[in-house]
Every structure is written in structure tokens, then in C-alpha cells.
């Protein structure tokens, strides 16, 4: 061989194929299923067993805060009908198709060294990496949100203003892919939300009216999910959205010191993530490109969201942050200007030290993932799940041949309830801590089973039941309730048998939406009531005889 057939270094092919392949291995030991997880699948299950999109049987709850995440399970449990390996494997696929997205978005752009600086900016985020699995949205998420800024690049830079079609045509792509984002995850919204509107704007000067028939048509499915929730779920938005922030009355400063603690232990543990994403916010700022703009606005907005208010319903290290890092570092490779060799070694001298000087890092913590300092520990009100997750026993880390998975104490709690004569269970299971977790467990127990959840994310009625006003908001995500007297017998008899009158007449309503006839005028005429809040009289007598916050 000559050596001009010899291949070269510095091609940035040479570099993508080693880059790529170092990201495919980390995401895959990655892997990991997060109890949470098991929630949405449950509702799977009982889905394509003809039970409908329940929890327990015969009461309509949407325990998932992911839709579109929770609909792409069904074809692939549908499949399998295993838990684990269909959510770890649905989420790898999901990734790489992210990635392929992202890498093909910046090798058409003009340089393929762009494609290398997006996987350089990456590889220290342990955001990232730890929510390329979970069996959580995140990985969707990524894909979408790379997905419609690319095409916002690609519009920006070849619409030719005059263009009608092209225009009508990048709008309606732009605002499926943000309806679609929305459908997954709905505060997701506001990172994608920028690149909405640049494009609204920029087709309604020639356009004019016009313009709100591609944002109509790509938004339907968003119109069409809101409504069938309402109709069968009797509320527009999740019920583990009311059970962690509105129905729980958190304060604003506790919601705000909860955001702004997560940001530090994002900042001790992950300290690339949120650099990544400054330095993002203001070099793409600076550029005063349009689609770079967007980048930078939908950054901020959504950094913000998460400090103000949504921290205050995750106590999972970084899950907000995973989208963040993903978006910082595809608009930062996609907007470099000299994106070559020489800016490729620099990036990767920075990934580089960004990795050795943090323990926590990808490259340190991927086979030992508990093993830096206070990896194990609640940390400023939050704990590094994947941590925690793979020390106990469901990530692929902690397989063993032979071994169901996951191998978790609650996971095999759940399947000697299964065994037991006993219909209903009030919380999580197993001998470990935390034991008010009930996705592993609950998934285990079999459909047939009630399980009461007393951190509401599942129970209608618990969900909208204030914090008591001498209990402290200590750990996000986590507001347990008190079952209020004859709740349980409720439960057990499938009758209102709660002992507070005005409870009582409140449930009783509540239990028309979630229980009663799907077409009934009457449950309809109580839907609207409930969400206008003309029950909320009740609950407030009720809260102020408990000792719960007023609602």
C-alpha cells in the first residue's frame, strides 16, 4: 500500500467514524430503566389487555407525562410483552435515530467538521448520556428537537422568498415537528417554540393569512390529543402535572429554590451542561442569524421554565437538562463559521478536559456509575437516578445471565403480590427505601391488581389534595399524601365511602369523570365544571378542617 492510499487523520470522516462509534458504546452501557418508566408501561399493558389507557382498572387516569413516548410503546410491548428490554432497546433506537438525524443535518450543511463538533460537545454532558435510555421521553425528545431546528436551518438558508409553496411547506414541517414536540413532552414546548414562530413570521409577510393553514394542519394532532384527554381523561393536562405542582399548592419560592438547587447540583455534578448551554446562549445570540436566534431563545426560555417552575417536579439529576445539551451543542456546530480540523482538536482538547477533571463524566462514570463522591446520596434534593438505578439492579450494567430484569427488590415485590390473594395495595413495595415508587412493582403485580398511589401521580382524587401546611417540600417529584378517611374503603367497595362531607361531594363528582358512562351528558356537563374549578369550594372546606394548604 502507498502511502497516499493511507487513510487520513485529520479527514474529518476518519473522525466522525471514531466519534460515532464512541457515542454508540456509551449510550449502549448507558442503558437503563428508571421505575417511572413502568408507569407509563402499565398503562400499556392494560391498554392492548382492552382495559383502556388506565391505571387500574376502571378508572380513567393519565399517569404518563409523555404521550407520543407512551404511544410508541404500544406497538413495541405489543410485540415483546416484556418490560425491560423492549423499553431499553426502544430507546436506543430512538437515540441513534436522533443521532443520525443531527449528523446528517450538519454533513449536508456544508462541512462534515461540523458533524464532529456537534459529537465533540457532547461526549462530557452527563445530562446526555444518562437519558439517552431511561425508558423515559428524553431520547424523543432529542430527535424532535434536533429535527426541527434542522429543518429550520435548511428553510432559512435555501427559501427563496417569493417561493409560496416552499414557504407553506417549511411552516406546516415546522409546526408538526412542534406539536409533535409538544405531544411528547408538553413543557418541551419552549425550546421549539422559537423556531415556530421564526418561521410563522417569515411566511406571514408574503403570506399573510395564509400562513395559519400549515400552522393549523401541523398543530392538529396537538387539537385532536387535547381533546380526547379531556373527553376521556376528563383534564387537558397530566395527572402527575396536577399531583407535583398544582394540586399540591406549592409556593413560588418553593418551586424557585427547588429550580435553583437543581441548577447547582447540575452545576456539581454536571458542570459541562449548563457551560455548554451559557456559551451557547450567547455565541448564537451574538451571530444574529435568524435560526440561530431561535436556538438561543428556546435555550432560555426553557432554562427558565425549569428554575421557575419546573425543577419543583423532578428530583432526577439532570432530566431537564438532557434536551438542553443536545440542543446547545447541534446549534453551536451547525452555526460555526471555520468548522475544520484545527477547531475540531480544540474542541477536543476541551471535551477532553472537561471529562478527566469531572468525576461524574460519561468517560469516567460509565461502568461505575456510583462510584464518585455522593453519586449515592440525595444531593441538594436531587440524586443521580442512573446512579442509584444501576447499583440496585435494572440497568444492563448490573445483568447477569439468566437474571429478570429488572433485578430490583420492588420488581420482585411486585411479583409476589401477584401470587398473593390480596386485590389492593396502598404504595410501593419491597424491603428497600423509597418503597412509595410503584412502577417496577406495580408492573410485576399483574393488571388485575389496585394499587393506591400515595405520591398521587396515579390517583385522580389524591392528586388534587394539598401538601399539609406543616409538612415541608423537601424532595421534588415526591408529594406523598395522607388517605383521607374511608378513601380506602372506597377503593375496596367501588363506592364513595370517604367521611368528610365536602370531600365526599367532591369525590363524588370526581368519580363521575373518571369512572362513570365515557358519553354521559351529566359526566360531560362535570368535566367543564371541574376544569373551571366550580368544585373547588369544596376542596377548600375540606383542606381547611385537615390542616392541608388552601387550594
Known amino acids: 500500500m502507498t502511502a497516499t492510499a493511507l487513510p487520513d487523520r485529520t479527514s474529518p470522516t476518519t473522525w466522525l467514524v471514531a466519534l460515532s462509534a464512541s457515542c454508540l458504546l456509551l449510550c449502549v452501557l448507558h442503558v437503563w430503566v428508571v421505575d417511572d418508566a413502568f408507569i407509563t408501561l402499565r398503562q400499556v399493558q392494560q391498554l392492548l389487555l382492552g382495559n383502556g389507557f388506565v391505571w387500574n382498572q376502571g378508572e380513567r387516569v393519565q399517569a404518563y407525562t409523555h404521550p407520543l413516548w407512551a404511544l410508541l410503546m404500544v406497538p413495541a410491548f405489543a410485540l415483546t410483552g416484556e418490560g425491560f428490554w423492549t423499553l431499553a432497546v426502544l430507546s436506543l433506537m430512538t437515540t441513534l435515530a436522533g443521532f443520525a438525524v443531527a449528523l446528517a443535518a450538519l454533513w449536508r450543511s456544508g462541512t462534515a467538521w461540523r458533524a464532529v463538533a456537534f459529537l465533540l460537545l457532547l461526549l462530557p454532558s452527563k445530562a446526555f448520556f444518562d437519558y439517552t435510555s431511561s425508558g423515559l421521553e428524553n431520547c424523543l425528545t432529542h430527535l424532535l428537537v434536533v429535527a426541527t431546528y434542522a429543518r429550520?436551518?435548511?428553510?432559512?438558508?435555501?427559501?427563496?422568498?417569493?417561493?409560496?409553496?416552499?414557504?407553506?411547506?417549511?411552516?406546516?414541517?415546522?409546526?408538526?415537528?412542534?406539536?409533535?414536540?409538544?405531544?411528547n413532552r408538553a413543557d418541551t414546548l419552549l425550546l421549539v417554540l422559537p423556531a415556530l414562530l421564526l418561521g410563522a413570521a417569515r411566511t406571514f409577510r408574503l403570506q399573510r393569512w395564509r400562513a395559519a393553514a400549515p400552522v393549523a394542519l401541523g398543530l392538529a394532532p396537538v387539537l385532536l390529543w387535547t381533546a380526547w384527554s379531556v373527553l376521556y381523561y376528563g383534564s387537558p393536562v397530566p395527572n402527575t402535572a396536577i399531583a407535583k405542582i398544582t394540586g399540591a399548592r406549592l409556593t413560588t419560592g418553593e418551586r424557585l429554590e427547588s429550580g435553583l438547587l437543581y441548577a447547582l447540583d447540575s452545576v456539581l455534578r454536571d458542570p459541562w451542561t449548563l457551560l455548554l448551554a451559557a456559551t451557547a446562549i450567547v455565541l448564537l445570540a451574538a451571530r444574529r442569524q435568524a435560526a440561530a436566534v431561535a436556538a438561543a431563545a428556546g435555550l432560555t426560555l426553557y432554562l427558565l421554565y425549569v428554575t421557575v417552575l419546573g425543577a419543583a417536579g423532578t428530583h432526577m439529576s439532570g432530566r431537564f437538562y438532557s434536551a438542553v445539551a443536545c440542543l446547545a451543542a447541534f446549534a453551536l456546530a451547525r452555526s460555526l463559521h471555520d468548522a475544520g480540523a484545527g477547531t475540531s482538536l480544540r474542541l477536543a482538547g476541551l471535551a477532553a478536559l472537561a471529562s478527566f477533571a469531572v468525576p461524574s463524566s460519561p468517560l469516567q462514570a460509565t461502568w461505575r456509575p456510583g462510584s464518585y463522591a455522593f453519586a449515592l446520596t440525595n444531593f441538594h434534593r436531587t440524586i443521580d437516578t442512573r446512579a442509584v438505578v444501576a447499583v440496585e439492579g435494572a440497568s444492563l450494567l448490573s445483568y447477569q445471565r439468566g437474571m429478570r430484569m429488572p433485578n430490583h427488590t420492588w420488581f420482585k415485590a411486585g411479583l409476589a403480590f401477584a401470587q398473593s390473594p390480596e386485590r389492593v395495595?396502598?404504595?410501593?413495595?419491597?424491603?428497600?427505601?423509597?418503597?412509595?415508587?410503584?412502577?417496577?412493582?406495580?408492573?410485576?403485580?399483574?393488571?388485575?391488581?389496585?394499587?393506591?398511589?400515595?405520591l398521587?401521580?396515579?390517583?385522580?382524587?389524591?392528586?388534587?389534595?394539598?401538601?399539609?401546611?406543616?409538612?415541608?417540600?423537601?424532595?421534588?417529584?415526591?408529594?406523598?399524601?395522607?388517605?383521607?378517611?374511608?378513601y380506602l374503603a372506597s377503593i375496596e367497595t367501588d363506592s364513595n365511602r370517604i367521611e368528610d362531607p365536602d370531600l365526599h361531594a367532591y369525590y363524588d363528582r370526581l368519580r363521575l369523570v373518571v369512572r362513570g358512562p365515557l358519553w354521559s351528558w351529566e359526566r360531560l356537563q362535570t368535566i367543564v365544571a371541574l376544569n373551571l374549578g366550580q368544585y373547588d369550594h369544596l376542596l377548600a372546606r375540606y383542606a381547611a378542617r385537615a390542616g392541608l394548604r388552601a387550594p
Open 456 to 486: 398521587a401521580l396515579t390517583d385522580p382524587l389524591l392528586a388534587r389534595l394539598p401538601l399539609a401546611v406543616a409538612e415541608a417540600f423537601d424532595r421534588p417529584g415526591h408529594v406523598k399524601r395522607e388517605l383521607p378517611a374511608g
Open 152 to 183: 429550520l436551518w435548511t428553510w432559512c438558508d435555501a427559501a427563496a422568498p417569493g417561493d409560496a409553496t416552499h414557504l407553506r411547506r417549511g411552516l406546516f414541517a415546522l409546526a408538526l415537528l412542534t406539536g409533535l414536540t409538544y405531544l
Open 425 to 454: 395495595h396502598v404504595g410501593g413495595m419491597g424491603e428497600q427505601g423509597g418503597t412509595d415508587a410503584i412502577g417496577y412493582s406495580a408492573f410485576a403485580a399483574g393488571p388485575d391488581k389496585y394499587v393506591v398511589d400515595r
